[in-house]
């Protein structure tokens, strides 16, 4: 049983997921390079966690030990004795990939390895370590307290051991699995990021504004939100980091990036977590 998990990255996703591991009583390692983002990240949990108390949905005296079962860190050796480390870094492969390399050195022999990579083929990850067979996605969905599907991804050499101990994990967390062949971008953003980049492709082409286009996909087809807000929710950065993914893994030029995506990327708006992106939030 995965009593401890160690989680890499104490960014939006990472301390999203050290927080629902802990509500479901789970011993945490969040692991992070910066300590200014260890104590963001902390905070935000703790805040979290008292409007879910104030929603009637977490009992006040909770809280306390909930937070107890996190313990930050600065050191990655202290992720050792974890019975599973899952990766919630930036969605770069050269960083992921040598996260990989050092957690196989790390954690111990039995621990499972697990990837919150969104776009990023689980085997290519795996082959970096000496125990692919213990190696699996876990994409949780942002933001991850309030979203109910884990895709889980099984790399080539993924066994069925690693497969059941994480599904067994996805369902302690309340959560729905999802699983997918290990082909790019997987179920959700194999679909849902080439629809942003199309509607960016609209803005590029002069089809509609940015605030018709928003408006036509949210009451034309019932989705919350139009696909260029969501683009500045999830990061214009994240979606063109997942659709080169995709390009260079499938060679069609359907999933050419679009150069109005590139271009706000390379002016930095990023959207909502810059201030700009196809919306001001200045």
Do not use: W
Not at 107 to 135: E, F, H
Not at 256 to 280: I, T, W
């Amino acid at each position: 049983m995965i009593r401890k998990v160690g989680v890499l990255g104490a960014g939006q996703m990472g301390s999203g997921i050290a927080q629902v591991l802990a509500r479901y009583e789970t011993e945490v390692v969040l692991f992070d390079i910066a300590q200014p983002q260890l104590d963001k990240a902390l905070a935000g949990i703790a805040k979290n966690l008292d409007r879910q108390v104030q929603k009637g949905e977490l009992a006040a005296e909770a809280v306390q030990q909930i937070l107890k079962r996190i313990v930050a860190t600065q050191k990655m050796d202290d992720l050792a004795d974890c019975d599973m480390a899952i990766e919630a870094v930036t969605e770069k492969e050269s960083l992921k990939l040598e996260i990989f390399r050092q957690l196989d050195q790390v954690v111990k022999k039995d621990a499972i390895l697990a990837s919150n990579t969104s776009s990023i083929p689980i085997t290519r990850i795996a082959a970096v370590t000496g125990r692919q067979d213990k190696v699996i996605g876990m994409h949780f969905m942002n933001p991850v307290p309030v979203m109910k599907l884990v895709e889980v991804i099984r790399g080539l050499a993924t066994s069925d051991e690693t497969f059941a101990a994480t599904s067994s994990l996805v369902a302690r967390l309340q959560k729905e699995m999802a699983v997918s062949a290990d082909y790019p971008g997987f179920i959700v953003n194999r679909i849902l990021i080439p629809m942003i980049n199309e509607a960016a492709f609209a803005v590029f082409e002069g089809i509609a504004t940015v605030e018709d286009i928003d408006k036509a996909m949210k009451l034309g087809t019932n989705q919350p939100m139009g696909p260029l807000t969501l683009a500045d929710f999830i990061g214009l950065d994240t979606c063109l980091a997942i659709m080169e993914v995709l390009y260079q893994g499938f060679k069609d030029p359907k999933y050419r990036p679009c150069p109005l995506l590139v271009k706000k990327v390379e002016a930095g708006h990023l959207g909502r977590k810059s201030g700009r992106g196809f919306y001001n939030y200045a």
